[in-house]
């Protein structure tokens, strides 16, 4: 597993710099989506839904998360609708952040840092996905 990992993030060096660039752009789509949203609803309200609320008549793991994004940045009332909220906002602002500054500083960060900042993605990562399957189970009960 190890040997995988490694592997992995010789892999991610090698095109760091894209790597960086997909994972910023994707992040800003989710901090953005509260503002074109609205819009996107407008033009195309039937693909602009919760599909699995469509098909299930019920709510999935992700419901309320644009609006939780969006009450957070207009520092509304917080009342979240979604449990993940708050982690996976904290972690995009987090994602944007170091993206923007890895970005700038590209050609003077070490390997050390690239490591760094691909082992904290990755738990990010597996946090989210473990809350994912947590909310997914407590909401199943």
Avoid at 39 to 68: A, H, N, S, V
């Amino acid at each position: 597993m190890l040997s995988i990992f490694q592997s992995f993030i010789e892999k991610v060096k090698l095109h760091y710099q894209s790597f960086n660039w997909t994972i910023l752009l994707f992040f800003i789509y989710c901090v953005t989506l509260p503002f074109t949203s609205p819009f996107f609803r407008t033009i195309m309200p039937q693909i602009w839904q919760c599909q699995y609320k469509r098909i299930f008549q019920k709510e999935c793991i992700y419901c309320g998360l644009t609006r939780d994004f969006h009450s957070i940045i207009h520092h509304q009332e917080i009342h979240l609708r979604n449990s993940l909220s708050l982690f996976l906002f904290l972690s995009c602002v987090y994602v944007i952040f170091t993206r923007i500054i890895l970005l700038v500083n590209l050609k003077r960060i070490s390997k050390k840092i690239v490591t760094t900042d691909i082992i904290i993605l990755f738990l990010l990562i597996i946090v989210f996905l473990a809350l994912s399957i947590m909310r997914y189970y407590l909401m199943n009960q």
